[in-house]
């Protein structure tokens, strides 16, 4: 059974840093692309970033020159390094991982609150 763990949330004034993990245990298939999504309360689900196996990356606009995906692919892991928080980072951010037949897992979640 896959499991997908976050964590690295927590309470950030506005201008702070954050960095988010996300582990992977139990797949018996490689893992390809590791993402990153948020929700905020009244909101959809976003995607903010993700990054392939050969370390190819993709960001939401929003947070473009803040955030920086990056893994450890020897560990199944990945990080989300989070600056220059702003108020509207505000959200549950969800860890999503694909295996090479592309089956889709979803972490719990960790909650990221932006306030002064």
């Known amino acids: 059974q896959v499991q997908v763990v976050e964590s690295g949330g927590g309470l950030v004034q506005p201008g702070g840093s954050l960095r988010l993990s996300c582990v992977v245990s139990g797949s018996r298939f490689a893992i390809t692309t590791m993402e990153w999504y948020r929700q905020a309360p009244g909101k959809q689900r976003e995607r903010v970033a993700a990054?392939?196996?050969?370390?190819?990356?993709h960001y939401a606009d929003s947070v473009k020159g803040r955030f920086t995906i990056s893994r450890d692919n020897a560990k199944d892991t990945v990080y989300l390094q989070m600056n220059d928080l702003k108020p509207e980072d505000t959200a549950v951010y969800y860890c999503r991982v694909q295996d090479f037949r592309d089956f889709g897992y979803w972490g719990q979640g960790t909650q990221v609150n932006v306030s002064s």
């Open positions: 990054i392939t196996t050969e370390g190819n990356t």
